[in-house]
Structure formats: structure tokens, C-alpha cells
């Protein structure tokens, strides 16, 4: 039994992270398993050395400890491009030269009404996908998933979280219709986070992934892909969010309710869990 954190190196932890990693700990702790820590930082404009050393000293002052080597997805990208290939060569990925606009463009023609929303914002609406497929696999392109080829079954998950307890089943329907066409590998970084989490929760043999409720209409896709790569589909957790007094998502931005503010503050662990209803 394996848990895992990930948070990504881009701002200080608050409250909703320590929440994540607490639970995730305790689970493994609880069933005789291991927790796991990998640094997601694939987004290297954004990721910093910096914020990487303040999640290992607030993780170790809320007394955590994790198997090492940490894993470290800037170090993966090798692994990244197995997968990519394995699905360019299946006939599964074509490149994609559309600007942001363009996309929104296609997506509100006047035929088409207000654009559709997926969990990576704006339903692609093709346009790239039937163009001629070069020999090699490009480097230097966006890479998108052709969901109707991808797409032969309904897929399923088991979820454990509060929300939607039970076994989730996403059907091929719901796949072409609400998810579309997704980037599995950005022009900017050679991957993308779907694609990044599916492989690198299989190379850790994460049997219980645990994380926000936010990524929960994100786990279809990672099931899918899991499917496609010949990976073994974990268990999930989504747990609720942590919210501020007004309601809001707690963000990386907000250092009120960074963990290091309160510890600085001289407030210890257990106050931190009692915050979050631990
Ligand atoms: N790296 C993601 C984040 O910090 C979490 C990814 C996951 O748990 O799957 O929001």
C-alpha cells in the first residue's frame, strides 16, 4: 500500500496541502504502507529551488517522513517521451500548432454557441486533428490525445473519497463530448501534468492516490491513459478542499495561510491538524 504527496515548487504550502499530505500519510501509516514524495516541477517558469527546501522543512515540521529518493519530474522527461512515443506509434497523438485564441475562436463560431468547458478549460474543437501526421513523432509541437481513437470503452475508478464514494464509470460518450481532445505534451515543456502523474504514479507503484477534490474530473483522463500505457489503475481518495472564511480555495499566493507563517507564528503541528479538522 503506497500514498504519495506531490505538490508542485511554485509558492509556499498553506493549509490544503498540509491537509493533503496529512491524510495521505495517515492512510499508508494506518494500513502498514509507505508514503511517497514526489516534487511536480515540470513547469520550469514557474518551479523553484527554493520553494522545493520549504516543502521538505514544512513537511518535517509536521512531522512526516517520506521513502527516499524523492522523486522529481524535471529529472523524468525520458520517461515522458517513452510514454508519448508509445502512443504517437499506436496512432493516438497528433500535433497541434493552435494558438489559445484560435482555440476560443473555433470553439465560439457562431454554429458552435458559448464554448464548451472541460477540465483543461476550453473543449479543443479539432482543428488540427485530421491534418496529414508527419513520419516522426515533432518535439517541438503540442501533442494532443485523439479521444475517438483513444476511446474504445467505458473506464472505470474506484473512489474512496467523501464526494463520490463508489466505482466512477466515464463512458466514451462523456470522454469525446466533455473532456475532448486534450495536450498530453505541451510545446513549452515536452509533457504535460496528465500525462506526468499517469506515469509517474505507476513508476512509484502508487496504490492509493490521494489528493484535492479539484483533480477529481481530471482522473477519468488519468485512468485512461493508465489503460492506453498498460499501467495498473490505483485506488482514489479526492478529499474536500480547504477554504478560507470567505469560501474561497485556499491559493499558493495566500501566505496568511502558508504553514511556515503559522509556524513562525509559534503555533506547533497539532494546532495546524486542529485547523484543518484533524
Ligand atoms: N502537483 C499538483 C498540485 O500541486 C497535484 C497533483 C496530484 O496530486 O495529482 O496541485
Known amino acids: 500500500m503506497r500514498t504519495r504527496f506531490a505538490p508542485s515548487p511554485t509558492g509556499p504550502l498553506h493549509l490544503g496541502h498540509a491537509y493533503s499530505a496529512l491524510i495521505a500519510y495517515e492512510k499508508a501509516q494506518a494500513e502498514g504502507g509507505r508514503f511517497l514524495l514526489r516534487i511536480e516541477d515540470i513547469d520550469q517558469s514557474r518551479a523553484r529551488p527554493a520553494w522545493e ?4 522543512d514544512d513537511l518535517a515540521w509536521l512531522e512526516l517522513d517520506w521513502q527516499q529518493p524523492v522523486m522529481r519530474q524535471s529529472d523524468r522527461m525520458d520517461a515522458y517521451r517513452d510514454a508519448l512515443r508509445a502512443l504517437w506509434e499506436a496512432g493516438l497523438l497528433y500535433p497541434c500548432t493552435c494558438r489559445r485564441r484560435d482555440i476560443l475562436e473555433a470553439a465560439s463560431a457562431p454554429q ?18 485530421n491534418l496529414p501526421r508527419p513520419a516522426q513523432m515533432p518535439m517541438d509541437t503540442a501533442l494532443r490525445l485523439d479521444m475517438a481513437k483513444a476511446v474504445q470503452a467505458s473506464v472505470v475508478f474506484e473512489e474512496t473519497g467523501p464526494d463520490h464514494q463508489g466505482t466512477i464509470t466515464t463512458t466514451p460518450a462523456q ?31 502508487i496504490t492509493d492516490v490521494v489528493r ?18 498498460g499501467l495498473t489503475t490505483p485506488r482514489y481518495h479526492h478529499h474536500i478542499l480547504i477554504r478560507d472564511e470567505a469560501g474561497k480555495r485556499l491559493a ?10 503559522y509556524r513562525d507564528g509559534g503555533l506547533n503541528p497539532a494546532d495546524v491538524r486542529a485547523l484543518v479538522g484533524l
Open 53 to 56: 527546501a520549504q516543502i521538505y
Open 112 to 129: 458552435e454557441g458559448a464554448p464548451q468547458l472541460g477540465p483543461d478549460g476550453v473543449i479543443y474543437p479539432g482543428t488540427c486533428r
Open 175 to 205: 470522454f469525446r463530448d466533455d473532456i475532448g481532445d486534450i495536450v498530453l505534451a505541451r510545446k513549452d515543456m515536452g509533457t504535460s501534468y496528465h500525462l506526468a502523474v499517469t506515469v509517474d504514479d505507476a513508476a512509484q507503484g
Open 212 to 229: 484535492g477534490a479539484d483533480l477529481f474530473e481530471a482522473t477519468p483522463i488519468h485512468v485512461l491513459l493508465q489503460r492506453l500505457l
Open 252 to 261: 499558493k499566493r495566500d501566505d496568511a495561510r502558508a504553514i511556515a507563517t
